[in-house]
């Protein structure tokens, strides 16, 4: 089955404490993307990457950092996570990006305590 | 920066109306407007989209109409049912960009 798969589903953990939420995908994408969504701002796009090695700021990056070292993974990396981090993230991914459906993980819901 | 806002949040119909659901956008060369659907505890999903080439497009019981002099762009849902009960996010989207800017969402209800 085609999906976008992320782990964590759900985590808790403490201002400063590093973590790293995984993003998969088996559509051999080369387009990957991390999203952010909260209460009253929808959807804002963190990070992006066009290929391996290749990524780019979205319009949130600031706190999050991302590596794309093979086609199909692209966690997302909290260094000190801070209680602003607290969101519901989501992972995507699409054939080549731009002007084209983007397939969506299933979230995962972080509290930064 | 670029923009899209949506309007309204919060939108309640009954069983068997319509409903719409707009946005406008700010950059004027954004040329691609998909629009996601998110129910509960899921990820969005892509619905319907259109190119700025087209200005309207129909898939069943939804439509999606685009403006480019307004830079508006709206989705029309007739007929609805309790599963179009979710949350709806538009987009606009710049070819040769990789960015996507997304609307604040659409808290849809429909009372049976």
């Known amino acids: 089955e085609a999906q976008v798969t992320q782990n964590p589903r759900y985590l808790i953990t403490v201002t400063g404490k590093k973590l790293t939420v995984t993003c998969s995908q088996n559509?051999?994408?080369?387009?990957m993307s991390w999203y952010r969504q909260d209460p009253g701002l929808g959807l804002r796009q963190i990070y992006y990457?066009?290929?391996?090695?290749?990524?780019d700021k979205g319009d949130v990056p600031e706190g999050y950092k991302v590596s794309r070292k093979e086609k199909r993974n692209f966690p997302l990396i909290l260094e000190s996570p801070s209680p602003n981090q607290t969101s519901l993230y989501f992972c995507?991914?699409?054939?080549?990006?731009?002007?084209?459906?983007?397939?969506f993980g299933p979230g995962t819901r972080l509290l930064v305590l | 920066g670029e923009n899209v806002e949506q309007h309204p949040s919060t939108l309640s119909v009954q069983e068997g109306d319509s409903a719409v659901i707009k946005c406008t956008y700010s950059?004027?060369?954004?040329?691609?407007f998909p629009w996601y659907k998110q129910e509960l505890g899921k990820g969005p999903q892509l619905i319907i989209d259109?190119?700025?080439?087209?200005g309207e497009k129909k898939d069943q019981r939804i439509a999606v109409t685009l403006n480019k002099t307004a830079k508006h762009f709206s989705l029309h849902i007739t007929e609805t049912q309790p599963e179009d009960s979710a949350v709806y996010f538009c987009?606009?989207?710049?070819?040769?960009?990789?960015?996507?800017?997304f609307g604040t969402g659409t808290r849809l209800k429909v009372l049976a």
């Open positions: 559509m051999n994408h080369e387009y």
């Open positions: 990457s066009m290929n391996v090695e290749v990524t």
């Open positions: 259109i190119r700025s080439n087209v």
């Open positions: 987009a606009g989207i710049t070819s040769g960009t990789y960015k996507y800017i």
């Open positions: 950059d004027s060369a954004s040329n691609y």
């Open positions: 995507a991914s699409s054939h080549s990006g731009g002007l084209e459906t983007q397939y």
